[in-house]
C-alpha cells in the first residue's frame, strides 16, 4: 500500500484557533495545572468517561457513572456498567499509550469493550458504517482494508508527530480513525480516547480535560462535520469543528480554576470553608463548626458529597461509622 497521506488543509482559521488554545494551555498552567485540585481532575475524568459513553447512547447518568467508578452498585443494563468500568480502565492508561503502536491500539481496544463485544481487541471481519441517529452517515472501507489501512494511519502518525502541530494531528487522526472503523464495535470512543492521548503527549494537562463533555454538547454537529468532511474528501471541516471544541472547554476549565466551588453544592462549600487542611475533625467537631445538630443531615448532605468528591477523606475508610472516624480536608 502506498504512504497513507490523509487530504487536508491547514486554514487560517485553525491556526487562529491553535493560537488561541496555546493561549489558554498556558494560562492554566499559570494559574494551576490541576495538580493541587483532585477534585476537578477526577470530575473531569467522569465527564469525559460519561459523555463519550453517551454518545454512543449509553443511558446511565452522570452520577450513576461515578458510582460505578466508585465501586457502588447501581441498578441498570448490565453492558452499559460494563461500558464505564472499561473505560475507566482504558483511560488511565492514558499516561502509558503509545498512540502510534498498533499493539496498544488492539489492547485498549480490548480494555475499552471487555465482555460487551466478541471481537474485543481484534480488527472487524464484516462491513460497518457511521450512524448519526438511523441515518448511515458513511460506509466503512471493507473489513479486509482496515488493518492495513490503520496500519497507515499510525504510520502517518509516527513519522509526522514532529512536524505537524499536535491540535491539528490528532484531530486529523480522530477523522481518519473515524472513517477507517477498524473495529466492530468502539470506534467512536477509541477516537476520542485517542485524540487525548496524542494531545496528553504535547500537554499533560490535557489527561483531564474533557473534550468528549464538549462534543456531546454539540453531539449533532459533531457527526455533520464527519459527514462534510466525507463529503468533501478531506478533513478541513472536522478539524475545525475539534478545535473550536477544544477551545471552548478550556474556557470552562480556566472558570472552574478560578472559581472551585462552581460545580460544588452550598453545603459542600460551606463544609470546606469551615475545615482547614491536613487536620483531622471528629463529626461532633464539624457539627459545632456548621452549628448543625443532625449527624445524618451531615453525612446526607455535607459529609458523602465531599468524600465522593475527593475533597475529604476518612481516617477509617473501610469503617465509615466507627466512633473513631475521623475526617480531612485534603
Wanted: charge should be positive; aromatic fraction near 8%.
Amino acid at each position: 500500500m502506498e504512504s497513507y497521506k490523509p487530504p487536508f488543509t491547514i486554514s487560517n482559521k485553525m491556526l487562529e484557533l491553535v493560537s488561541s488554545i496555546s493561549e489558554k494551555i498556558g494560562k492554566i498552567h499559570k494559574l494551576d495545572n490541576l495538580n493541587s485540585r483532585p477534585y476537578l481532575r477526577k470530575n473531569n475524568r467522569i465527564l469525559s468517561i460519561h459523555s463519550s459513553l453517551k454518545i454512543e447512547a449509553n443511558s446511565l447518568s452522570i452520577n450513576e457513572v461515578r458510582d460505578v467508578i466508585d465501586g457502588k452498585t447501581v441498578l441498570g443494563i448490565q453492558k452499559e456498567i460494563q461500558e464505564v468500568k472499561n473505560a475507566y480502565l482504558a483511560y488511565e492508561e492514558i499516561p502509558n499509550i503509545n498512540p502510534t503502536s498498533i499493539s496498544n491500539l488492539k489492547r485498549i481496544h480490548s480494555i475499552l469493550t471487555h465482555e460487551t463485544i466478541e471481537e474485543s481487541g481484534d480488527f472487524r471481519k464484516g462491513n460497518e458504517g457511521v450512524f448519526s441517529g438511523d441515518k448511515c452517515i458513511f460506509v466503512a472501507p471493507p473489513p479486509d482494508m482496515a488493518k492495513p489501512l490503520i496500519s497507515s494511519l499510525l504510520s502517518w502518525l509516527e513519522t509526522n508527530k514532529d512536524t505537524i502541530h499536535p491540535l491539528i494531528l490528532a484531530a486529523v487522526f480522530h477523522y481518519e480513525f473515524v472513517f477507517i472503523h477498524p473495529f466492530a464495535d468502539g470506534n467512536g470512543r477509541i477516537a476520542r480516547l485517542w485524540h487525548t492521548v496524542i494531545l496528553y503527549k504535547w500537554r499533560k494537562i490535557f489527561e483531564y480535560v474533557p473534550i468528549e463533555n464538549q462534543i456531546l454538547k454539540f453531539q449533532q454537529e459533531y457527526y455533520n462535520a464527519i459527514a462534510k468532511s466525507h463529503k468533501n474528501a478531506n478533513s478541513n471541516i472536522f478539524i475545525e469543528f475539534v478545535l473550536e471544541m477544544i477551545d471552548k472547554v478550556l474556557d470552562s476549565t480556566i472558570a472552574k480554576i478560578n472559581n472551585p466551588d462552581i460545580d460544588l453544592s452550598k453545603y459542600v462549600t460551606k463544609l470546606l470553608k469551615c475545615m482547614k487542611s491536613n487536620i483531622a475533625y471528629s463529626a461532633n467537631d464539624i457539627l459545632n463548626l456548621l452549628g448543625l445538630k443532625s449527624k445524618e443531615t451531615l453525612r446526607k448532605n455535607y459529609l458523602n458529597p465531599a468524600i465522593k468528591l475527593s475533597l475529604i477523606e476518612m481516617t477509617i475508610p473501610n469503617k465509615p461509622r466507627s466512633k473513631n472516624q475521623r475526617y480531612i480536608k485534603k
